[in-house]
């Protein structure tokens, strides 16, 4: 395999992950042999997040594994203690850094994180990407230790720097389908996701199918519309991006397509809708998934959807806990974000959602978000005109 061959393997792995919920091991796995390397984790989080920096995500992988146990240590026992990460947020956007260029002479000789934490990790050595969003949150990629004899080569970075767009896309298109409940979701199931709205394109580019939630948007005609089957932007110069950003998604046959972002604006709303681009390659089981070229996930940040957490505990026969976590997950939150607002550790969160799949008679989040997001047409007393 050549290592053109490797890096469009890696690609498509990647994608393919950003959509299911189980792939993510194999495509972190391919990712590390493809760049040379013993590991690397993904972080996203909120640099400005009040006292200290939150994190909403942050996963580690070694080898061919992930290492929750690292994970949790690293959280748990260094964060606050990592002298570098206000540091982190210095770096350019993209900017590839050397971890011991971050810390000092001093804290070489006396940093716990550095001392023992990266040192067991094998990752003093290791490289650190930021990532900055659009929303003032950031994507950070650490990379562990070069895998090669002399350290880490010219043509190794620059492999790391190919890679970079493709892992910040992962990461924002993996963080939209966790928030609307999607992930390892079919496409049929996508067009009847009700939180976040949905395009499946043809391999030409033409539009296939629309759940209801993008549909609206579509007919709205407010920044984006459909012109004749065509995705298409009010403004001149967002259509001729957004046309660009959909022509990398689906490129000729046997090439590996790339995702992307970009925002729309909208005359009669405050805020721009946000599209992620995603290729798909022969997504799903059933006939259908082979002619979608790429799926278009927007989302539009003021139509998150509110659902009273009384209600669904009546309805749902949830304890006020259990329906408050319900409801936080299908309206938009994370598992690490619930933790923070609820004090408590991930896996506590983890335990109260498996009540409720285990009370509701379901196993996959999708259904939950479903079956909550069911009852925001309906309102308590309090709310009646």
Not at 98 to 127: I, P, W
Not at 230 to 250: F, M, N, S
Request: aromatic share 6%; charged share 30%.
């Amino acid at each position: 395999m050549t290592e053109q061959d490797r890096f469009e393997r890696t690609l498509a792995s990647l994608y393919r992950a950003a959509l299911a919920d189980v792939n993510w091991v194999s495509a972190a796995a391919l990712v590390n042999d493809t760049i040379r390397t013993g590991g690397h984790g993904l972080s996203y989080g909120d640099p400005c997040g009040g006292v200290e920096p939150k994190v909403f995500l942050h996963r580690l992988f070694v080898g061919r594994e992930r290492r929750e146990d690292l994970e949790q240590l690293y959280l748990r026992d260094y964060f606050r203690r990592d002298e570098v990460i206000l540091r982190l947020f210095g770096l350019r956007d993209g900017e590839v850094a050397y971890k011991s260029d971050l810390y000092t002479d001093q804290e070489k000789k006396t940093s716990a994180v550095y001392n023992e934490f990266r040192r067991v990790n094998q990752s003093q050595k290791g490289l650190f990407m930021v990532f900055d969003e659009p929303d003032g949150r950031a994507i950070v990629w650490s990379v562990g230790n070069s895998a090669e004899r002399g350290g880490w080569g010219h043509d190794q970075i620059e492999t790391v720097k190919r890679l970079a767009p493709h892992i910040r896309q992962f990461v924002r298109v993996r963080h939209a389908m966790a928030n609307a409940g999607a992930l390892g979701a079919s496409l049929a199931e996508l067009l009847e996701d009700g939180r976040s709205g949905f395009i499946q394109l043809d391999r030409r580019g033409r539009i296939l199918e629309a759940n209801d939630r993008a549909r609206d948007i579509l007919l709205k005609r407010d920044g984006l519309c459909d012109a004749e089957g065509v995705l298409t932007a009010g403004i001149p110069e967002e259509d001729a991006e957004l046309q660009r950003v959909l022509a990398r998604a689906l490129p000729p046959y046997g090439v590996q397509g790339a995702g992307g972002s970009m925002k729309i604006t909208r005359t009669k709303a405050r805020t721009p809708l946000v599209l992620e681009v995603h290729p798909v390659q022969g997504m799903g089981a059933d006939h259908r998934a082979w002619e979608v070229g790429a799926l278009v996930l927007v989302v539009d940040p003021e139509a998150r959807p509110r659902v009273d957490p009384d209600l669904a505990a009546a309805v749902l026969g949830l304890t006020p806990t259990e329906s408050r976590v319900a409801v936080e997950l299908a309206t938009g939150q994370t598992v690490a974000g619930i933790a923070h607002e609820l004090g408590c550790a991930e896996s506590t969160v983890c335990t109260h959602l498996k009540r409720v799949y285990r009370k509701q008679g379901i196993s996959k989040q999708t259904e939950l978000v479903r079956r909550v997001l069911s009852l925001e047409a309906l309102r308590g007393p309090q709310e009646g005109g």
